[in-house]
């Protein structure tokens, strides 16, 4: 479920970039500027923190203690992308944000936070590492489209590197989720069982499991409508280049 988040490009083409042909109110555009520098950063706190621990260890395993804290509150962070939403400050669907944002939430805190034991896995450096490099590269577009003067690298970078980086988030997240299943089993993490006066069950377990099998139909439609959204966005950035 956090796949969709891991690389999308469709709300930055529904979201920034229809709120600045329609010209968004001064202090909207402030206030947004100014969060989207702060998740830039914020994640680039993260790339520094997994680049220095990796050249004082010498290994690449366990990287996730020394992002640990950072990772939860940028990650978090972006929930209030779905209140920008909600009240109107960017054009985006409430629904489809809420759902990306949601499922990075999920797989931060009730999957790596809570099962201790993967941590250690090196799934979980795999998809921090492809969301790193996704959101320093979105929250910068975001960042240039609010002042009108986006660069083409970071628009191609953009419309690009997900190609790669969302598999790779995929996989990480999926691994992850694999990995913690046999001990969210034993412990009966956040399972209710029956009887009880609610007469109310629910199989945390199960849950993950459904959650893994709902990247089947998800990936590939947002793989895809990727891949044509680049196509449409770069060959009109070509075009207009050349008209310049």
């Known amino acids: 479920m956090a796949a969709p988040g891991s690389g999308g490009a469709g709300r ?21 500027v100014i969060y989207n520098v702060v998740m830039t950063a914020g994640w680039l706190v993260i790339a520094v923190g997994i680049v220095r621990a990796y050249l004082t260890k010498g ?7 020394s992002i640990e804290k950072p990772l939860k509150f ?23 944000t809420a759902f990306q944002v949601m ?6 805190w009730a999957v790596t936070h809570s099962v201790k034991e993967v941590q250690n896995e090196d799934s979980v450096l795999l998809f921090v590492v492809a969301w ?9 577009f975001y960042t240039f489209s609010l002042l009108n003067h986006l660069p083409y690298l ?31 089993r034993q412990a009966g993490l956040y399972s209710i069982s029956l009887p009880n006066k609610y007469n109310f069950s629910f199989d945390y377990y199960t849950f993950l499991i459904l959650v893994m099998i709902s990247y089947i139909p998800i990936f590939p439609q947002l793989y895809f409508h990727m891949l044509h959204q680049r196509r449409k966005v770069l060959s009109h950035a ?7």
């Open 12 to 32: 930055a083409e529904n979201g920034y970039g229809s709120q600045r042909r329609k010209g968004p109110g001064a202090l909207a555009t402030t206030y947004l």
């Open 74 to 96: 940028f990650q978090t962070g972006a929930l209030l992308e779905i209140l920008h939403c909600a009240f109107g400050i960017v054009p985006s669907s409430v629904v489809l």
């Open 154 to 184: 970071i628009k191609w970078a953009r419309y690009t590197l997900f190609i790669v980086l969302y598999p790779m988030g995929v996989s990480g997240e999926l691994l992850t989720i694999y990995a913690a299943l046999p001990f969210v």
């Open 238 to 244: 070509e075009e207009h280049k050349k008209s310049e």
């Open 59 to 65: 290994s690449y395993h366990s990287l996730y203690y």
């Open 132 to 140: 790193t490099i996704t959101e320093i590269i979105r929250y910068s």
């Open 103 to 108: 499922s990075r939430v999920f797989l931060t």
